[in-house]
């Protein structure tokens, strides 16, 4: 997609919520299906159920997906989509791109071994390889615009409350 063929297609967004703001708060949701017996949770996606289970290092065999590297897919997912349409936007042509995430966690905090250690990702490290002549000036540009702009490292680094209640 080109830049003319990006901004076209966001014009009529943009102007609708300069318009009426409230328009532009959208609600995202996912549901999971619990299964105590197999210590699960599935959830729905576009592409398919994802069987959520136990990461090895808190019991689990390893054959289901780990919430914790769910949340860093979706971080590069994200990150990945904003960097293609950043540098569409900027007219910086990417010949590929990567982007990789490692998080670090305690499985102490979440096994309650130890009350004092924290329970999830407690560093989360983002790593762009991207091929492109652009200079390093833009290059750098793209990536301040890719982590100001990604839904999901926004919402990691500013998180919001999130409140438990029975339905």
């Known amino acids: 997609m080109s830049a003319a ?9 943009k102007a609708a919520y300069r318009e009426d703001p409230a328009s532009a708060v959208q609600t995202s949701t996912a549901t999971a299906v619990v299964d105590q017996q197999a210590l699960t949770a599935t959830v729905g996606t576009w592409a ?18 780990c919430s914790g590297d769910i949340i860093l897919q979706a971080l590069v997912a994200c990150a990945g989509v904003t960097l293609a349409s950043v540098a569409t936007a900027l007219g910086i042509e990417v010949r ?7 998080g670090t966690w305690d499985a102490r905090g979440t096994l309650a071994v130890d009350r004092d250690a924290p329970v999830g990702l407690t560093d989360i490290e983002l790593v762009v390889d991207v091929d492109t002549d652009a200079d390093e000036e833009k290059v750098a540009r793209l990536l301040e615009l890719t982590e100001r702009y990604c839904v999901v490292a926004r919402t990691l680094a500013e998180p919001p409350e999130v409140r438990v209640r029975r339905g």
């Open 48 to 65: 398919g159920d994802v069987v959520a289970g136990l990461h090895p290092a808190t019991g689990g065999d390893g054959t289901e997906a």
């Open 96 to 102: 590929s791109a990567s982007v990789t995430a490692n």
């Open 5 to 13: 063929d990006l901004r076209e297609r966001q014009r009529p967004l």
